[in-house]
C-alpha cells in the first residue's frame, strides 16, 4: 500500500507562472516531509523540508505548506522557470520506533516548465 | 567530497544472469539506502543499513535480491538469478544522524536492463 500519494503524474506551467504539486499521506506517526528534484540521468537531489510542527516553510521560489488535519502537502513554487522542469518526489518520515531515518517516497510527479 | 558513487552507471544482462550493484557512500555517513525507481511506484526502499547492520529489508522483493555492508564504505545489491521485471534504475543513498532528521544524499543511480 502507497503510504505517501503523489496522484498527478505529471504538470504542465507556463514560464513565470506557479506551479502547485500536490501529495497525500496516509500515515499519522509521519512528522517530517520533504520534497526532492530530479533531473534526467541524475539522482534526486533535496529540496525543502518541513516538520509537522509547521504548516508553511519557504525557501526563496519554493514553499511547502503542510495541512496535517488533512494529510495533506504541497510544493508551490513561483515564479516557475524553465529550469524547475524535473521530477518531484514527496517523502515522508517518523523519527519514532524502528522507522528512524527511513524515507517513504511517493511516484513522484512529472513538472514540465514553458518558456 | 564526491558524493554518493556507484557503479555501473548502466548495465544490460540477460534474463538468468547475477547482477551486482556498487555503492560507496558519502565518508562519515553511518545510514545507507538501496532503492528502485519504477514508473508505477516511484521511488521504493529496498533495504537499509545503519553502521553496517541490516536493520529493514522489508522492501526486498524476492529472495532473488541480496544486500551487504562490509564496511562503512561499501555496499553492494546483488540479484541472482535476475528476470526482465527487475529492470530499473537502482539508487543508493547515505546520510548521518547527527540530527533527528536527515536529508539522505543520493547516487546518480544505475540503469538495469533486464533482456
Known amino acids: 500500500d502507497q503510504q505517501v500519494k503523489q496522484n498527478s503524474p505529471s504538470l504542465s506551467v507556463q514560464e513565470g507562472r506557479i506551479s502547485i504539486l500536490n501529495c497525500d499521506y496516509t500515515?499519522?506517526?509521519?512528522?517530517?516531509f520533504l520534497w526532492y528534484k530530479k533531473y534526467p540521468a541524475e539522482g534526486p537531489t533535496f529540496l525543502i523540508s518541513?516538520?509537522?510542527?509547521?504548516d508553511k516553510n519557504e525557501d526563496g521560489r519554493f514553499t511547502v505548506f503542510l495541512n496535517k488535519s488533512a494529510k495533506h502537502l504541497s510544493l508551490h513554487i513561483v515564479p516557475s522557470q524553465p529550469g524547475d522542469s524535473a521530477v518531484y518526489f514527496c517523502?515522508?518520515?517518523?523519527?519514532?520506533?524502528?522507522?528512524?531515518?527511513?524515507?517513504?517516497f511517493g511516484q513522484g510527479t512529472i513538472l514540465t516548465v514553458h518558456p | 567530497d564526491a558524493g554518493v558513487i556507484q557503479s555501473p552507471r548502466h548495465e544490460v544482462t540477460e534474463m538468468g544472469q547475477e547482477v551486482t550493484l556498487r555503492c560507496k557512500p558519502i565518508?562519515?555517513?553511518?545510514?545507507l539506502f538501496w532503492y528502485r525507481q519504477t514508473m508505477m511506484r516511484g521511488l521504493e526502499l529496498l533495504i537499509y543499513?545503519?553502521?553496517?547492520?541490516?536493520?529493514?529489508d522489508s522492501g526486498m522483493p524476492e529472495d532473488r535480491f541480496s544486500a551487504k555492508m562490509p564496511n562503512a564504505s561499501f555496499s553492494t545489491l546483488k540479484i541472482q538469478p535476475s528476470e526482465p521485471r527487475d529492470s530499473a534504475v537502482y539508487f543508493c543513498?547515505?546520510?548521518?544522524?547527527?540530527?533527528?532528521?536527515?536529508?539522505?544524499?543520493f547516487g546518480p543511480g544505475t540503469r538495469l536492463t533486464v533482456l
Open positions: 543513498a547515505s546520510t548521518t544522524t547527527r540530527d533527528a532528521y536527515n536529508e539522505q544524499f
Open positions: 500515515n499519522s506517526m509521519f512528522d517530517y
Open positions: 518541513i516538520s509537522s510542527i509547521k
Open positions: 517523502a515522508a518520515q517518523s523519527a519514532g520506533g524502528t522507522s528512524y531515518g527511513k524515507l517513504t
Open positions: 565518508s562519515g555517513h553511518d545510514y
Open positions: 543499513f545503519n553502521n553496517n547492520v541490516p536493520i529493514d
